[in-house]
Each structure stands twice: as C-alpha cells, then as structure tokens.
C-alpha cells in the first residue's frame, strides 16, 4: 500500500455539544515514520484533535484520511486497526477483568482466531515488558503498570500509527522514562498530545502547537521548543507573571 | 483456594445454585426435616470446598437485618393464637404463634439460601462466573453492566473516599443541614464524573472495534463431575420431598 502520508487533515472544524469552539481550520498533513507532537496548554483542543483520526469523533464532511483512507462509516474497522488510541486515563482504557481480556479485546473483535489472538497477546505484553501479567485484575496495577497495559491493548493490533494522549501525566520521572525508552523502541508513527516538553524532546522530530483550537505552529522540534516567546505565549514557559521566581 | 467445588464449571455452580434456592423457597414452611437436610448439605458443600466455616457463618449474617428488616412485623400482623399481647390506649397489640413461625420460616430460608450464595462465589472467581452467564444465554446487557461494575467499583469507592477526603479537610463543624447538602452535591458529583467515565470508556472500546457486541472466547468445559455433581445435588434435594409426602 502507498503510505507516505499517515494523517492527513483538510479544513477540519470541531463544534462541541454545547456549541463551545473545539476545532478550527486544522490542516494537518504527517507523513509515516515521523513521531510529532501535539502540545498545547490546556482546552487547547489536543484530545479533541485526536479522537477525529479514528473517528471516534467525525466531521459530516470528512476531512481527516489515514494513511489514505478516509475515515467514515466504510474504512472505520480498517481505520480503528490501523490507528492505536491511547487514552489519556488507563482506568478508562482497561475495562476487563484481567489484562488478557484487555490485551485481547482488540484482536477478538477484529475476528482473528483464537491462537492468532493468544500469539497477538503475548507479543504486545512481550513488547512493553508486561509478558507476566496475563492473569492480573487491572484495578490492582500501579499506575506506571497500567499505562504499560493500555498501551499494549492497541499494540495488539499491530497498529501503524500510534495516538497517545498524555502518556506520561501521573508518572514518576522513573517511570516516565521508562515509558519514554518503551515508546522510542516502538517502530510506528507516533502522534503524542502532551505538555511534557522533556518527553517531546525526547521523542518527537516534529512539533505542532495548538491553542484554542487553531495550530498556532508547525515545525522542527528544536525550532519550536527554542521559541521561548511563542511558548510562554501559550502558556506552555513560564510568562511574565512568573517571571521573578 | 482450590478444591473439587472450585473447580467445577461454573454453569454447573449456577444452576445448582438455582435448584437449591428454588428447592428451599418451594418447601411449606414449618417443614423441619426438609431444612435440616439442605442445611447438611450446605455443610457438606463447605467442607468439599475447604471453605472456612467461621469465615462463612461470618458472612451469611449479612443476610439478617434485611430479612428482620422484611419480615419483623409478621408476628403482629399474622391472625391466630396469641402468645403476648399488649393494650396501649385503644391500641390491642398481639404476636401470633402463626406469625411467629412464618418470621422462624423467612429467617431460616434466606439464610440457607445466603449460605448457597456464599459458597457460589466464594467458590468461583467473578470472572468465571459472569462467563458462566454469557455461556447461559443470560442477556448480554445484563452480563456486561455486572463486569463493568465490578471493575469500576473500586474505582469510583476510590473516587469517593478521595471526595470525602476533600470534604473532610475543608469542613469545620458543618450543621447536619450542610451536611446533608454537601453529601447531595457529591453523590450528584460522583454520578457526573461516572457517567463521563462510561463516555471513555465507550469511546475505548470503539477504538478497539467495539460494535455493540462482546465476543467471549470459550474457555469452560461442562465435565463428567459436573454432571455427577449436579446428579447428586438434585437427588439430594429431591430427598425431602420423596421421603416425607
């Protein structure tokens, strides 16, 4: 399959139920192997763009073609195995009683047989180093535990773009970077929502800032994490205010 | 723990568990033999599943205030021979030997069933036994709404307890009117963030190709103890009725 562009975004707009702005104009085109990162302070609309690119959310009109497919009622099975979402609270992504039905969830759905399931399971617990879990209730991991599974969950999949949303949030710096060395390994492109500028340095070659829903700036990395001006701008550096501390 | 009991398909635990309530709520009351021998085999299920007798007597007494609850104006409502009777003004108050006997009867059949319960899911993990409802056709919906309240029970105590850790270290001598508001506002508040939560969580699962139905990979065997089993247990159960009518 011709896979050059992984996302592509064309005009997209987001009004949210209660008529509040969510999304506006976004064109948004990542190209596969890139790992970019969506940041922006808080409300800003990075969740929001997520939850379009598998369609959990959908504009009338789509706008929005993963890796060429658009997403709508036709491509969403294709689209949800392609694109992995990783929800902001594990608590939300583990809804089973023990993590082998978490892990398993996806592909049992997906209609693959029941050894291709068990192989699927292993590999992606192998893969964030979990392969002992199987058996275990969710409620009773740590945190740093569960953030590991929930991503597993999607790895089940073999997805070729991972979507995270705040992977690090309520993390221990130990485990941050633990999960920072998982996520690098991982051979995918990545679209992380954060405002973890330490992770973005870490992981992303490409940034793209968002405020009150609008992409505010595109570019390297660097370029825009050296931006201190356009950063405390939106409220991701320390501004004026704070400035004597 | 581990014994022939916990080992048995869980389907086969259900079903018994079924006959053995229907069998002791369908025998007449005042039918003493018949109770004395589901009480044996009650005992004899305890010991063939090594449960702790202490430990279930302990839990069986959480059966009580509801019965008592349910059933402690029978003896003054039941017409027959009086036993006590008091005359307060106008007012002629009597307990009934009849109403007596149907209080004795309520009392010991909810127990013998709350002590068939307690072995049924003390035998049997949770896991087990909501698949040994889907396998028995049990609607998917009810099935489901049981799984995610297990698992999210602890969640939302968890969110509770957090709550009312908040409420608790803001709260300087409240009059119980306060009290009463402030504990609507977090029942309210607790409701509100569920219901948010049933939103993610339905919006991860959709993720995973969730399309409105839960595919359970079959992993119980009906054996040839299980039909021994659940032979025996009816014979049993039938014993009463065979003997003495």
């Known amino acids: ?245 | 723990m581990d014994s022939f009991v916990h080992r048995l398909d869980p389907r086969t635990k259900l079903l018994c568990s079924l006959a053995f309530i229907l069998a002791v709520v369908l025998t007449p009351a005042g039918t003493w033999k018949a109770y004395a021998v589901y009480l044996l085999i009650m005992l004899g299920l305890i010991l063939l599943s090594r449960l702790p007798i202490k430990y279930v007597a302990k839990r069986s007494l959480v059966i009580f205030p509801f019965v008592i609850m349910v059933a402690i104006f029978m003896p003054f409502f039941k017409q027959g021979q009086e036993a006590v009777s008091y005359d307060i003004g106008a007012w002629h108050i009597a307990i009934t030997y009849e109403g007596l006997a149907v209080l004795i009867n309520v009392v010991v059949k909810s127990w013998l069933c709350i002590l068939c319960l307690i072995i049924l899911s003390s035998s049997t993990k949770f896991e087990k036994l909501l698949h040994g409802m889907y396998r028995l056709k049990v609607p998917q919906v009810f099935v489901q709404i049981t799984s995610f309240m297990y698992r999210y029970m602890f969640v939302l105590a968890d969110q509770a307890m957090r709550m009312q850790m908040a409420r608790d270290s803001r709260n300087f001598g409240l009059n119980r009117r306060n009290i009463f508001k402030t504990m609507g506002n977090m029942i309210g508040m607790l409701f509100i963030r569920s219901y948010e939560r049933a939103e993610r969580i339905y919006a991860a699962m959709l993720s995973r190709g969730y399309n409105g139905e839960i595919i359970v990979r079959d992993q119980l065997g009906f054996r040839l103890p299980d039909a021994y089993f659940a032979l025996a247990l009816c014979l049993l159960l039938a014993c009463p009725a065979i003997l003495w009518w």
């Open chain 1, 1 to 245: 399959m011709l896979c050059d562009r992984a996302i592509e975004i064309k005009g997209l707009s987001y009004v949210y139920p209660d008529g509040q702005c969510g999304l506006k104009d976004i064109d948004l085109t990542i190209y596969c192997g890139e790992s970019v990162a969506l940041i922006g302070p808080n409300g800003a609309g990075k969740s929001t763009l997520l939850l379009h690119l598998n369609g959990i959310l959908r504009n009338s009109h789509s706008a929005v073609r993963m890796l060429g497919l658009p997403v709508d009622d036709k491509n969403i099975r294709e689209v949800r195995k392609k694109v992995g979402m990783v929800f902001q609270d594990p608590e939300d992504q583990l809804f089973s009683l023990n993590v082998f039905e978490d892990v398993a969830f996806g592909p049992v759905n997906m209609g693959f047989s029941e050894e291709e399931v068990d192989r699927r399971v292993k590999q992606a617990l192998q893969k964030v180093g979990m392969r002992d879990y199987e058996k275990r209730s969710s409620h009773h991991l740590s945190i740093g535990e569960k953030k590991r599974i929930a991503i597993a969950t999607v790895l089940s999949l073999d997805p070729e773009i991972l979507a995270l949303d705040e992977p690090t949030s309520s993390l221990d710096p130990r485990g941050k970077w633990a999960l920072i060395k998982l996520l690098s390994d991982l051979p995918v492109t990545r679209i992380i929502a954060t405002h973890d500028l330490e992770m973005v340095r870490c992981l992303c070659n490409r940034t793209v800032l968002l405020d009150s829903g609008r992409i505010v700036a595109d570019g390297m990395t660097g370029v825009i994490l050296g931006d201190e001006a356009l950063l405390s701008a939106h409220g991701l550096a320390r501004d004026a205010t704070a400035a004597e501390i």
